[in-house]
Nanobody
Framework: VQLQASGGGLVQAGGSLRLSCAAS????????MGWFRQAPGKEREFVAT????????YYGDSVKGRFAMSRDGPTNTIYLQMNNLKLEDTAVYYC?????????WGQGTQVTVSS
């Protein structure tokens, strides 16, 4: 399984960005896919996940109400719409996929929020 993340960048506080993660090399109907992030000097933090089958989403407390995940079946792509970005959202964002005990990580994409 390969995960290709994109969409990071520099944005001012209060702005928006949308991250994408294209998955390949598997059948994802039973996967849980999502995003984690890691800021400098901090541990990797859960951001959001989506169950591919059914589309149920879960969010970390720090992003609830501001971030939204979605998926596109035909392209095996997940999205993270990030609104009302805050300085503390600055981090490298990693795409993640999990099925049973197996998990996969994509390369990170940098999100920098400026004041």
């Amino acid at each position: 399984v390969q995960l290709q993340a994109s969409g990071g960048g520099l944005v001012q506080a209060g702005g928006s960005l949308r991250l994408s993660c294209a998955a390949s090399g598997g059948t994802f109907s039973n996967y849980v896919m999502g995003w984690f992030r890691q800021a400098p000097g901090k541990e990797r933090e859960f951001v959001a996940t989506i169950k591919w089958s059914g589309g149920r989403t879960y969010y970390g407390d720090s992003v609830k109400g501001r971030f939204a995940m979605s998926r596109d079946g035909p392209t095996n792509t997940i999205y993270l719409q990030m609104n009302n970005l805050k300085l503390e959202d600055t981090a490298v964002y990693y795409c993640h996929a999990r099925i049973l005990s197996r998990q996969f990580w994509g390369q990170g994409t940098q999100v920098t929020v400026s004041s």
